[in-house]
């Protein structure tokens, strides 16, 4: 059966800052929903009362950390988005996982992606994944990626700074170049899997 691997951003859906009043006034006749969620933020505190529980003012600084962590709760930074799906998009999902293997692979974060995929797919859908690619974090010139579907990480270094979505790392068993494709708007990723790729006019 064949293999329908789909990209998140502009190709199903199109996600705008929630807090962006100008951009979403007037809009009639748009299929939205809405998702928020904690964003990680780094906690260089944190890192400094690690390094002192190794000097001799350990229990100040476990004070002081429970102190940071409350303060740290309170200025968490959350995500907020609006969703707006692709006209007709849950026809076209019902078809596509009666009739062949789908799977995600997105340059969001993991955690956008559970969110999302959460909003857009019948639960049994969401088990029948063969693949949910997210971005897991950046170093450099290279991405991470991590498969929560088959409990895979890898690194893909970026294309002219673009990330590119090389297929070969997720190829597997069930997934090869012979019987998959990838339905994206980048171009970077058309070039990078060149006969593999379906480009979808961006959203």
Same mark, same amino acid.
């Given at each position: 059966?064949?293999?329908?691997?789909?990209?998140?951003?502009?190709?199903?859906?199109?996600?705008?800052?929630?807090?962006?009043?100008?951009?979403? $006034?007037?809009?009639?006749?748009?299929?939205?929903?809405?998702?928020?969620?904690?964003?990680?933020?780094? $906690?260089?505190?944190?890192?400094?009362?690690?390094?002192?529980?190794?000097?001799?003012?350990?229990?100040?600084?476990?004070?002081?950390?429970?102190?940071?962590?409350?303060?740290?709760?309170?200025?968490?930074?959350?995500?907020?988005?609006?969703?707006?799906?692709?006209?007709?998009?849950?026809?076209?999902?019902?078809?596509?996982?009666?009739?062949?293997?789908?799977?995600?692979?997105?340059?969001?974060?993991?955690?956008?992606?559970?969110?999302?995929?959460?909003? @857009?797919?019948?639960?049994?859908?969401?088990?029948?994944? @063969?693949?949910?690619?997210?971005? $897991?974090?950046?170093?450099?010139?290279?991405?991470?990626?991590?498969?929560? &579907?088959? $409990?895979?990480?890898?690194?893909?270094?970026?294309?002219?700074?673009?990330?590119? &979505?090389?297929?070969?790392? /997720?190829?597997?068993?069930? /997934?090869?170049?012979?019987?998959?494709?990838?339905?994206?708007?980048?171009?970077?990723?058309?070039?990078?899997?060149?006969?593999?790729?379906?480009?979808?006019?961006?959203?």
């Amino acid at each position: 059966m064949l293999n329908l691997i789909f990209d998140l951003d502009n190709t199903l859906i199109e996600a705008v800052d929630a807090n962006d009043h100008n951009y979403i $006034n007037n809009i009639k006749g748009a299929e939205f929903f809405h998702i928020m969620f904690p964003t990680k933020i780094e $906690n260089t505190q944190r890192k400094k009362s690690k390094k002192s529980k190794k000097s001799k003012k350990s229990k100040k600084s476990k004070k002081s950390k429970k102190k940071q962590d409350k303060m740290q709760d309170k200025m968490q930074k959350k995500s907020n988005f609006i969703i707006f799906k692709r006209v007709n998009l849950n026809l076209f999902l019902r078809f596509c996982f009666k009739n062949f293997n789908v799977g995600f692979w997105t340059n969001g974060t993991v955690r956008y992606m559970n969110e999302i995929l959460k909003k @857009i797919l019948l639960p049994e859908e969401l088990k029948k994944c @063969i693949c949910l690619v997210g971005r $897991n974090k950046e170093s450099g010139d290279l991405v991470h990626y991590k498969d929560v &579907k088959n $409990n895979k990480k890898f690194k893909i270094k970026t294309t002219n700074d673009h990330y590119s &979505k090389k297929l070969e790392f /997720i190829y597997n068993k069930k /997934i090869n170049k012979n019987n998959t494709l990838l339905f994206d708007d980048g171009l970077y990723n058309k070039a990078v899997n060149c006969n593999n790729t379906v480009l979808i006019p961006t959203y």
